[in-house]
């Protein structure tokens, strides 16, 4: 049986998009917008109690007319087991197109039920020519969510603005990883720095100014044209380079037979950089008229992410098959996805926040991250630096617990 108790739990106020709205707008008047927030403070501490919420109060929920017909995501990868939320609700109707790389089928409840509306996820990297997903959701009004992490959120709010409703992933995956033969003495990133040693990362991230600043690598060690492919870090031996801890250790013994050991690694989160990576995200413009289908989705996917990390074995097949039938030069065997959902609830990428709750977004955490970005010198748009205006709107509104090993 699913583990699957749900606590009430009083969540960020949903009106702190509409805050968050009011203050980036030229207007002073906020009046309107205290009055929704005190109105919608008083309904929530109304409906909060210690009640608890059972499986089964979460089946047979119907989104038709509530949600778009077709909710799409757009995720920044090929299909893996770290989205594999997301295909945890995907119903085994589904319908893999190579050509699109996308997987679209019925939005199915806890219980396995449709809910009356489809739900696609769609490829990123290579399928968007590697653009960011907030990037793609801007030419494409298609899109409902994207994925985005909050470090880029912040950074490209003047361009390409959006509002955070949930974090799927409570740690960041992202790692920096390098050969422990070459390096016997390095065991964290800024053992790396200390040695001089060239880090090859995705170009366009954050995390490399804020390390820089923070004096844990220097400016010259990055070099940031990293592409996805294994074939110059197995080539030289002695870079660093990006990667996930729940895909990259794996690969590089086990796949990658020309290198087959597993590297050392640090995650970013770690090393300090405590960004929320891949949260679900809206156009600002869209969020009042999604609001009612997001109150109803967002303890969808939280309940999606516990039963994927307590069960993953339908939702990872579906992401091999998808993968698949894709059929590009990306890769996903059983035993990866297998591995990659132990990783994520061994090392708590899969795991709960500071108040015991899958998916929230804890603006401690989030007032940190901004904090070390203005720090190392980047542009934070004045909206981040209102404590009262930062624009992630958590709708997790049930305490769901991520189940501790061995339980």
Known sequence: MKRSTWTRLMSMLFAMGLVAAACGSDSTDTTGTTEAAENDTATTEA??????????????????????????????????????????????????????????????????????????????GPAIGFAAPRVQMYTDDSITLAYSNLDAQILAWADAPLISVMAPLEINPQIIMWDAETYPDVNTLADLGTAGVTINIFGGAGFQDVFVAQGIWSADQVDPSYDGSPARFIAEGNIAQQGFASAEPYNYEFVFTD???????????????????QTLAVRPDDLETLSPCLE????????????????????????????????????????????AVQTMNELGLHGNG??????????????????????????????????????????????????????
């Not at 339908?314 to 035993?335: K, Q």
């Not at 603006?363 to 930062?390: F, M, N």
């Open 259 to 277: 290198y087959g050991k597993a590297p050392k690694y640090q995650l970013l989160h770690d090393a300090g950089f405590e960004t929320y990576s």
């Open 296 to 339: 109803l989705l967002v303890p969808m996917v939280q309940h999606a992410v516990v039963d994927f990390a307590a069960d993953p074995a339908r939702a990872n097949a579906m992401i091999v098959d998808a993968v698949a039938t894709i059929d590009s030069f990306w890769v996903y065997s059983p035993e990866l996805g297998d591995y």
């Open 354 to 407: 500071p108040d015991s709750t899958v998916g929230n977004i804890d603006e401690a955490r989030v007032q940190k991250l901004i904090d070390d970005i203005k720090a190392a010198g980047l542009d934070v748009p004045a909206i981040w630096l209102l404590p009262t205006c930062s624009p992630t709107n958590s709708l997790t509104r049930h305490r769901l617990l991520v189940p501790a090993q061995g339980e």
């Open 47 to 124: 409906a909060t109690g210690d009640t608890e919420t059972t499986e089964g109060e979460m089946a047979g929920i119907d989104l038709s007319g509530v949600c778009p017909a077709e909710i799409v995501i757009q995720t920044d990868w090929f299909p893996e087991a770290e989205h594999g939320a997301l295909y945890e609700m995907i119903g085994d109707d589904y319908v893999v197109d190579a050509a699109n790389q996308t997987t679209t089928g019925s939005l199915i409840d806890a219980e396995g039920n449709p809910t009356g509306v489809t739900l696609q996820v769609r490829a990123g």
